[in-house]
């Protein structure tokens, strides 16, 4: 029969080496080593100029003041967006009044289809805090490479196509600083904690 020390040390190791695990695939997915996310932890971001679904230049200075989460992805996409939005729909609803004091960017890696009415169409679905972003291939770009997103088209029969994408949802501070990846696989509730704390 095992003693109650080398119990509590079985499930100690569990938990640990979950984490170590957690941990190292979190530096996995966003390409970085343990070292650079000391060092450098604002490498991820950065300013971009965009346009919304309504149609309105936006910039990373409109969310000056208000923590957020950006999500890139596109409107064809069959499964992993339209769940992520759905998910960060239910957080917006479920933070309330207080949603105004956050926000959601949504941003294409697919602008050639992703124009801004076919966005507009789109968001429509969600809640009305999440902000489609869509631009010319050029401002597309440069914020896919200072987010360190990977976006690749992969052909489909009769000259359609599809985008491998990143699906890491970015948490931003309020003053547009890179802080960790956001855990979606939690409760509303407990994701609306983390999104106040930085209020
Ligand atoms: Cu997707």
Same mark, same amino acid.
């Given at each position: 029969m095992?003693?109650?020390?080398s119990?509590?040390?079985?499930?100690?190791?569990?938990?640990?080496?979950?984490?170590?695990?957690?941990?190292?695939a979190?530096?996995?997915?966003?390409?970085?080593?343990?070292?650079?996310i000391?060092r450098?932890? &604002?490498?991820?971001g950065?300013?971009?100029?965009l346009?919304?679904?309504n %149609?309105?230049p #936006?910039s990373?200075? +409109?969310? =000056?003041?208000r923590?957020?989460?950006v999500?890139?992805?596109?409107?064809?996409?069959?499964?992993?967006?339209?769940t992520?939005l759905?998910?960060l729909? &239910?957080l917006?609803?479920t933070?309330g009044p207080?949603?105004d004091?956050? %926000?959601v960017? #949504?941003?294409t890696? +697919?602008? =050639?289809?992703?124009?801004?009415a076919?966005l507009?169409?789109?968001?429509?679905?969600?809640?009305?805090?999440l902000?489609g972003?869509?631009?010319?291939? &050029?401002?597309?770009?440069?914020?896919i490479?200072?987010?360190?997103?990977y976006?690749?088209k992969?052909?489909?029969?009769a000259?359609?196509?599809?985008?491998?994408?990143?699906?890491?949802?970015y948490?931003?501070?309020?003053n547009g600083?890179?802080?960790a990846?956001?855990?979606?696989d939690?409760?509303a509730d407990a994701?609306?904690?983390?999104?106040?704390?930085?209020?």
């Open positions: 095992k003693t109650k020390a119990q509590i040390a079985v499930v100690l190791g569990a938990f640990l080496g979950g984490l170590v695990l957690f941990l190292g979190i530096f996995l997915v966003t390409g970085l080593s343990p070292a650079s000391n450098a932890p &604002a490498g991820i950065g300013p971009f100029h346009i919304d679904q %149609g309105k #936006f990373d200075r +409109d969310m =000056e003041g923590p957020y989460l999500f890139f992805g596109y409107t064809h996409c069959p499964d992993i967006c339209p992520e759905t998910e729909s &239910a917006m609803h933070l207080d949603a004091r956050a %926000g960017l #949504f941003v890696v +697919d602008p =050639e289809r992703d124009t801004q076919v507009k169409d789109y968001m429509s679905s969600f809640d009305p805090h902000r972003l869509t631009g010319d291939r &050029a401002a597309i770009d440069a914020a490479k200072d987010y360190r997103v976006a690749k992969v052909p489909l029969d000259g359609d196509y599809s985008m491998d994408h990143t699906a890491i949802v948490l931003m501070d309020k600083r890179f802080i990846p956001f855990n979606m939690r409760t994701e609306a904690a983390e999104l106040r704390r930085y209020f």
